[in-house]
């Protein structure tokens, strides 16, 4: 045998090594089993970079500056809300240089606390849906720069935020600052009382802009109301089409300060999201104003086109342009003229003058303004309909989700589980080899857990009584959107983390806004021959019968004074037309639970004619990408993966170690 040979030991990789190389073959792992991702262990030019996607918060320009220090980047590809990217370089050398430089480096997302690290494998090719560009509703147009920048400063500096007078109305709401001129607009009826204007109209500041468009053609005659609404990073406004009775046709609205990305949505479910830069005119006229809803989804960073091109742009989900826009303060302009006679437009099944709603119940409560306010409303149309409704609830739940079950087969023999907000318990006896445990607001559903041998326990998802950082997974299905304030839901997606260790995962899922989403209906949306016993969404079940309204809430939020919204009914298996609303459940069989309190509250159920008791839940419906937006606030976790499950909105998320 050759001397030198014999002399030859094999390298022994450090303890940090090994680590890196633990990590990177997981990550590999959670790609091919949540995203169908092969990887490779020959070199290519192409790699796949873990945690380094849209989803994770991390920006084009700053990954791209990443990978471009260790060679020439051919193209970079980040799939929409996705927790990963597809980069290839010009030569598989560079690739290498990059998988042995950059695998393990940790990346501040930019703009945020949150640090995520990188793990890059080989792949055979990249390839990622593209989405045609999205046309814009008929009657849209944004038209860019359409004040100079000493036009912004003055009209923004014509605003007075400081002052209360009676002569603006200045609200400060929930998601935003409003201030109204020439006329206040009412949000506990959405319309304005069109015989009592206010002392002060339209800033003299505004002239210069409405005289410009009017002369080119946008508007017909000068508007008499302004609606100026300031929106801090984070907040948004709910899907809405300006009421047709209040106001006539077309409407203006500059953005100031900052730009953002309005979502449009079609009442078929078709849905555009357009771009609104700052210093932008937007137009709606015609079928965008009245039919297509508009709304801007609260969040702190919007993915926009990483590249510039001419013209209104519609965000579409091609992955060679999209990055991360982090929002700024904006402060809108909408500038409306008051309607006179009834509005006879040509969309009849959305105009309240053509189709006149039923008047508001008066006794329907609104949305709340304080936690307290929370508090009570989820008491009242959460924690005491589900004691009301335990045993024909559980009877309607008995087959487990696929996707839920997979993520619950897949955890190691020996797991500790927690269910936070467990229901009946179905998903508690999924898999035997791991120690599962549940907890549940309602007492009538613990004691069925019981009967059926888990083992579950009454719990507030807010403070569960069990030790931190000890779980290997935690489930959260059809939960948090129960929950009536953003801050609210951030705390319950907070509790979940606190109960996890380090390195356990937590199986989010919400219902979603989209039931119609890459045009497929959900089964909610579905006809069925059972449509009594349809099952929609993820845990819930609604009859499709009769709608009534609304039991006496007994909270006090004083809508009718501060403005706040009040709580729509929403009509079963339809497509909902906002995010905050009362779902009813419709008691079959026409007897409450024999655990109901009599002189109860919630005693005064609402019958059907047919004399069915009718029970309405509180909901917050979540928008596409609310969700990650949402954990995205939690410290010291990453998104694995995120989907959409039949009407779902999912997420799994990982504690990483501190």
């Known amino acids: 045998m050759d001397a030198s040979a014999e002399n030859v030991k094999p390298v022994r990789k450090t303890k940090e090594e090994k680590k890196l190389l633990r990590k990177q073959i997981k990550a590999s792992h959670t790609l091919l ?4 991702i092969n990887t490779v262990t020959q070199p290519t030019q192409h790699l796949v970079v873990a945690n380094g996607g849209l989803g994770n918060g991390v920006c084009r320009e700053q990954l791209l500056e990443v990978l471009a220090g260790v060679g020439t980047v051919i193209s970079l590809l980040m799939p929409p809300n996705k927790p990963y ?65 000493e036009e912004e400063a003055w009209l923004l500096q014509a605003v007075d935020w400081a002052t209360h007078d009676n002569e603006t109305v200045h609200k400060a709401l929930k998601h935003r600052r409003v201030k109204h001129y020439g006329y206040e607009f009412r949000y506990d009826n959405n319309n304005v009382d069109k015989d009592k204007p206010l002392t002060t109209g339209i800033p003299p500041a505004c002239d210069p802009v409405l005289q410009r468009c009017l002369k080119n053609g946008h508007i017909e005659v000068l508007p008499d109301q302004l609606t100026v609404n300031q929106y801090e990073s984070g907040q948004g406004i709910p899907p809405h089409i300006d009421t047709h009775s209040a106001f006539e046709d077309t409407i203006l609205s500059l953005s100031l300060g900052a730009k953002t990305v309005m979502d449009f949505r079609h009442p078929d479910g078709r849905s555009v ?6 210093r932008s005119l937007l137009v709606m006229k015609g079928e965008s104003r009245f039919l297509w809803t508009h709304g801007i989804t609260p969040r702190k960073f919007d993915m926009v086109p990483a590249y510039e091109s001419e013209g209104p742009v519609a965000v579409t989900s091609d992955p060679s342009n999209l990055t991360l826009s982090r929002r700024g303060t904006r402060t809108s302009f909408t500038f409306r003229r008051v309607r006179r006679a009834p509005c006879d437009c040509s969309y009849p099944t959305v105009c309240d003058s053509q189709c006149p709603p039923a008047p508001p119940v008066p006794s329907a409560p609104s949305l709340p303004q304080d936690d307290g306010d929370a508090s009570r409303l989820e008491e009242r ?18 087959s487990p989700w696929p996707h839920v079950r997979d993520f619950l087969l897949a ?8 269910d936070v907000g467990c229901g009946n318990g179905k998903y508690l006896g999924i898999n035997q080899e791991v120690m599962s445990v549940g907890c549940d607001r309602s007492s009538s559903l613990v004691q069925i857990c019981g009967e059926r041998g888990f083992q579950a326990f009454v719990s507030d ?31 319950a997606v907070k509790e979940l983390v606190r109960l996890l260790k380090p390195g356990g995962r937590a199986l989010i899922y919400v219902w979603a806004m989209e039931q119609e989403y890459n045009k497929q209906k959900s089964k909610y949306l579905k006809d069925s021959k059972d449509k009594e016993n349809m099952q929609p969404a993820t845990d ?45 459940w419709h008691l079959k069989g026409g007897e409450k639970d024999t655990c109901k309190r009599a002189g109860s509250p919630s005693a005064d159920a609402a019958p059907t004619p047919a004399g069915v008791p009718v029970f309405h839940r509180y909901y917050h419906v979540f928008q596409k990408g609310e969700l990650e937006a949402l954990c995205n606030l939690v410290e010291d976790v990453e998104i694995r993966t995120s989907y959409h499950d039949q009407g779902n909105w999912c997420v799994i998320l990982e504690k990483l170690p501190k």
């Open 33 to 36: 089993k949540h995203e169908g």
């Open 273 to 278: 999201a357009v771009v609104l830069p700052e």
């Open 411 to 418: 955890l190691p023999a020996g797991a500790l589980v927690a």
């Open 540 to 584: 819930e079940g609604e009859h499709p019968v009769k709608q009534s309204p609304p039991p006496n809430s007994g909270v006090t939020t004083n809508a009718s004074t501060d403005g706040a919204p009040r709580l729509s009914v929403h009509t079963n298996r339809t497509a909902f037309n906002s995010q905050d609303l009362l779902v009813p």
């Open 85 to 149: 990217a597809f980069v290839t370089y010009q030569s598989s050398n560079y690739s290498q240089s990059a998988h042995a430089l950059l695998n393990g480096q940790q990346l501040q997302c930019q703009g945020q606390s949150q640090v995520v690290t990188l793990y890059l494998s080989f792949v055979e090719r990249v390839g990622c849906e593209q989405q045609e560009s999205a046309a814009l509703p008929p009657g849209l147009l944004v038209l860019e720069d359409y004040v100079s920048q």
């Open 381 to 398: 149309f959460v924690h005491q309909v589900y004691e009301e409704i335990a045993s024909h609830f559980s009877s309607t739940r008995h």
């Open 461 to 491: 998802a807010l403070e569960v009584p069990l030790r931190g950082d000890t779980f290997d997974a935690c489930i959260s299905i059809a939960v948090i959107h129960h929950f009536s304030t953003q801050e609210r839901r951030l705390a």
